[in-house]
C-alpha cells in the first residue's frame, strides 16, 4: 500500500530554499495554534517528505515571538543544533541541560526532563542574530514532569512533548533535523 504524501507548508520549504539551506533526512512541523507538531521523513522513492506521526504539544502561555526575554515561542525554521541527557534514565530532571535529579523522586513538576533538543534558529532577523535568537534563548523541545499541561499553553518559550513519544525520537533524530514553527 503507497504512504499517504503530505509534507510540511510550502512556506518552511520555500524558507529552506531562499537560505540554501538543505533539506533534513526529517522534518518537524509545529503548529502553535493546533498544539500539534507532526514528523515527516524524506523519502527518496517519492522525492518528497512523507507524513509519519503527529505529536500533542505544548508552546508558550505568552504566545508567539522571538524577542529575548520574552518567554514566547520563536517563530520560524529551525534546526536541531545539540541533543542533551542521552543515556540517562527517564525521569531525569534538568536544570542548565545538567541532571540534577528525578520526577520520581519528589520532582513530578519538574519544567525540564527526560531528554531536550535545543533549537538554533536558521532566519537572521527573525530567530537569529542579536535580541531574537533562539540559541541563545534556550528554546528548546523537551519533556516536562506534568503531562497534564500537553495540549494547551503552558511553557514558557519552549515546545513541551510527552516522555513517551520524546525518548524515541530521541534516538531517532539527529543534530541536524529541521524544525518549522508556525503560528496557524
Excluded at 509545529?30 to 507538531?37: A, D, Y
Excluded at 503527529?54 to 529575548?68: A, F, I, K, N, P
Excluded at 515561542?73 to 540517562?88: E, F, N
Aim: proline share 4%.
Amino acid at each position: 500500500m503507497r504512504q499517504m504524501v503530505l509534507s510540511p507548508s510550502a512556506q518552511s520549504l520555500w524558507t529552506c530554499r531562499r537560505n540554501g539551506i538543505r533539506y533534513s533526512p526529517r522534518f518537524f512541523c509545529v503548529n502553535v495554534q493546533r498544539q500539534k507538531m507532526q514528523l515527516y521523513h524524506w523519502s527518496l522513492e517519492e522525492r518528497a517528505y512523507l507524513f509519519q506521526k503527529e505529536y500533542l504539544v505544548s508552546t508558550s502561555s505568552y504566545g508567539v515571538g522571538c524577542q529575548m526575554n520574552s518567554f514566547k515561542t520563536p517563530l520560524g525554521l529551525h534546526r536541531i543544533a545539540s541533543k542533551k541527557g542521552g543515556g540517562t534514565p527517564q525521569g531525569t530532571v534538568f536544570k542548565a541541560r545538567v541532571p540534577i535529579g528525578y520526577t520520581w523522586k519528589g520532582m513530578s513538576e519538574a519544567k525540564i526532563a527526560h531528554r531536550i533538543f535545543w533549537l538554533e534558529g536558521l532566519e537572521f532577523g527573525k530567530n537569529k542574530g542579536p535580541g531574537l535568537d533562539s540559541f541563545e534563548r534556550y528554546i528548546y523541545i523537551h519533556g516536562v514532569g506534568d503531562e497534564t499541561t500537553l495540549g494547551r499553553p503552558s511553557s514558557c518559550g519552549c515546545i513541551h512533548l510527552a516522555a513517551s513519544d520524546l525518548m524515541p525520537l530521541f534516538d531517532r533524530c539527529r543534530v541536524g533535523d529541521l524544525v518549522w514553527i508556525e503560528e496557524r
